[in-house]
């Protein structure tokens, strides 16, 4: 959420669906040894990447060519990272950019899913997420659990399925800061990680489970995410427990 400063619109923040769109070039450079290049667009559906979630992948059509995106650069705007050897369109160049529907459909029913295991592990055992990272369509997250009872991990599963079974509405919204942090849930997860110049924070609420400040993209509902398997769970040291999960369906 640092990213006040970027002169990109962020198009997925609002519109998690939207695939294709037009814009227009602010900055683009090719890139050379010791200076990394970058297109600068004026607005932009491409997830940059943060809280886990990978940076989107596509194109940007112009001219008569393409120019493929392979990820992201953060520094004092958000530059897109074109294709080795691929055209580079020169400042003031209107493009179509599109995102690689199928590698962001499964982040983001692996990011949902994510959310779905935090809060289902957080209100039938109490653990706190310390730390978490994912793939299209496999994912890990870390808690705090001192203790790891019998049959967690089928427990957990079967949990999660049917929160994902009961087909829960997922909303976004934005709230000033005051609001945000007045609810109970967002306290546990992220006050300490929104830095406090954030005046307003994006909350995704899968309704009656899980509410977390975050900037991710998400399904619309529970049951878009398929099913869960929770395949490990593994000890990583005092209170630290590793679970590993796959989506599927
Ligand atoms: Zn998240």
Same mark, same amino acid.
């Given at each position: 959420?640092?990213?006040?400063?970027?002169?990109?619109?962020?198009?997925?923040?609002?519109?998690?669906?939207?695939?294709?769109?037009?814009?227009?070039?602010?900055?683009?450079?090719?890139?050379?040894?010791?200076?990394?290049? +970058?297109?600068?667009?004026?607005?932009? =559906?491409? *997830?940059?990447? +943060? +809280?886990?979630?990978?940076?989107?992948?596509?194109?940007?059509?112009?001219?008569?060519?393409?120019?493929?995106?392979?990820?992201?650069?953060?520094?004092?705007?958000? *530059?897109?990272?074109? =294709?080795?050897?691929? /055209?580079?369109?020169?400042?003031?160049?209107?493009?179509? +950019?599109?995102?690689?529907?199928?590698?962001?459909?499964?982040?983001?029913?692996?990011?949902?899913?994510?959310?779905?295991?935090?809060?289902?592990?957080?209100?039938?055992?109490?653990?706190?997420?310390?730390?978490?990272?994912?793939? /299209?369509?496999? =994912?890990?997250?870390? &808690?705090?659990?001192?203790?790891?009872?019998?049959?967690?991990?089928?427990?957990?599963?079967?949990?999660?399925?049917?929160?994902?079974?009961?087909?829960?509405?997922?909303?976004?919204?934005?709230?000033?800061?005051?609001?945000? &942090?007045?609810?109970?849930?967002?306290?546990?997860?992220?006050?300490?990680?929104?830095?406090?110049?954030?005046?307003?924070?994006?909350?995704?609420?899968?309704?009656?489970?899980?509410?977390?400040?975050?900037?991710?993209?998400?399904?619309?509902?529970?049951?878009?995410?398929?099913?869960?398997?929770?395949?490990?769970?593994?000890?990583?040291?005092?209170?630290?427990?590793?679970?590993?999960?796959?989506?599927?369906?």
């Amino acid at each position: 959420m640092a990213d006040t400063q970027w002169r990109t619109h962020r198009l997925e923040l609002d519109d998690q669906t939207l695939r294709e769109w037009d814009a227009v070039v602010l900055a683009s450079g090719a890139g050379s040894p010791g200076e990394p290049g +970058g297109i600068v667009l004026d607005r932009s =559906a491409f *997830y940059p990447g +943060g +809280g886990g979630q990978p940076p989107d992948h596509g194109v940007l059509l112009w001219g008569g060519v393409q120019t493929r995106i392979e990820g992201v650069r953060k520094g004092d705007d958000l *530059y897109l990272i074109p =294709a080795d050897g691929d /055209p580079v369109p020169p400042p003031g160049t209107t493009v179509r +950019g599109a995102v690689e529907d199928e590698r962001r459909a499964a982040l983001m029913r692996t990011h949902s899913g994510l959310h779905v295991l935090c809060g289902v592990v957080f209100r039938d055992f109490g653990a706190l997420v310390t730390g978490g990272n994912m793939e /299209p369509m496999t =994912a890990r997250m870390d &808690f705090n659990l001192p203790a790891v009872p019998d049959g967690f991990r089928q427990a957990v599963e079967g949990a999660c399925n049917a929160e994902l079974a009961a087909d829960r509405r997922i909303d976004v919204r934005v709230l000033p800061r005051e609001e945000a &942090f007045a609810l109970p849930d967002i306290i546990r997860t992220a006050t300490n990680l929104v830095p406090p110049e954030v005046k307003d924070v994006r909350i995704v609420d899968i309704v009656g489970l899980d509410q977390q400040a975050d900037g991710g993209t998400h399904v619309a509902s529970t049951r878009q995410v398929g099913r869960i398997q929770v395949v490990k769970v593994e000890n990583k040291g005092k209170g630290f427990r590793r679970l590993r999960i796959q989506i599927s369906g």
